[in-house]
């Protein structure tokens, strides 16, 4: 099965590297396009639609490679419902109330097809089961997980590349737990992302639209509960929200600025981490590549969740092993202060303009933007003497 995802992974980024061009033809001609907006981050008015070109590799290599399960098929099922749905939506703009109801009916589809969780194994608490209760679940989850991709769609080739590096993550976990099935799909899922990211990375020649973004989030979501969560592994419930950690805070960052002010949750603004960066100076590649980073950093530890070996089956812990685990939580932590502490930085401007004035009266306002700037550049973060 391992070299079935292999292949599957290389047939879905030819497949996907191959459509994507003709998709964006098609979006051109019938109108599908992405005019530019004060939220959006792109130069020109740019192609959707490119989830139909994941879509169109997904399926090939899906039926090519994957045992065709009753739950693959519910997967591949809502994944062709949830995809014609956000293409009509790319195309015509679809209300929330329409888009939110073609998504749980995706999602129900994979529910009623046996992709639910019904019993999970959570640290110090041991197996928990959900009965019918995991139904409901596992809509809730797939409908929330096909939003958050959605919602961290808004800058060349970042949802792709986040997509990748999760579902890349997800295999190799799936593998080892003994879900091949879902390995193989995931491993598929990274190559149709890759494969569009080709075309998507900036500057994108297409963008994946939502018929992509809620694609990705259907099949990570499906990968999830039959990979990881439908296992007696421990980690099962820990290793998607690792893996997952930067959509996740990003999502729940924006939602809670949302409902602070007062504002609808699905109104799209400009307070997502990739708007941030971006109002700091940062280029849209630059940008991209720090969320990847901070993404394979957290995909790492999860892998490592896995396969380190830093206690027995008793609970008791190899200490050289354990150490190993705890320098990796402390890179994965490190890298996520470092982010927070960018993304903090306009705040940190005001702060470091009254310790400057403070300790200089006569500082500018230029001299305090290039402070910020080389704190920025270099990551060092000069002391000041608060008495001064």
Known sequence: MKDDALLGFLVALVVAALLTP??????????????????????????????LAIFGAVIAAALLFV???????GILGGAALITAVGAIDDWRALGAGPKLAG???AALILVLSGVSMDIVTLPFVGRVEFNEAGDVLT????????????????????????????AAAFAIIAFDLGKDAAGVLAAITTGAAVGFLVHNFHPAAVFMGDCGALLLGLLLGGVIVEGSLKTNAVIALIVPLVVLAVPFLDTGFVVAKRIKYGRPVYRADT?????????LGFSQRRTVLYLYAWTFTMAGLAVALRFIPYSDDGGHLHVGWTLLMGVCFVVAIAASVYLVVVLEILKLRRVRAWQLRRQDPDTSEHEIDDEVQRELE???????DPHS
């Open 22 to 51: 003709l998709v964006a033809r098609l979006a051109r001609r019938v109108g599908a396009v992405d005019a530019m907006t004060e939220r959006g981050l792109a130069r020109d008015a740019t192609p959707l639609l490119g989830g």
């Open 103 to 105: 998504q749980i009916a």
């Open 271 to 279: 307070n997502h981490f990739h708007h941030r960066l971006n109002r």
């Open 67 to 73: 045992p065709l399960t009753t739950p693959v098929k």
């Open 378 to 384: 270099t990551g060092e973060f000069r002391a000041l």
């Open 139 to 166: 809509l809730i989850g797939l409908v929330g997980l096909m939003n958050i991709v959605n919602f961290s769609d808004g800058i060349d080739g970042l949802a792709a590349g986040v997509c990748a590096i999760s």
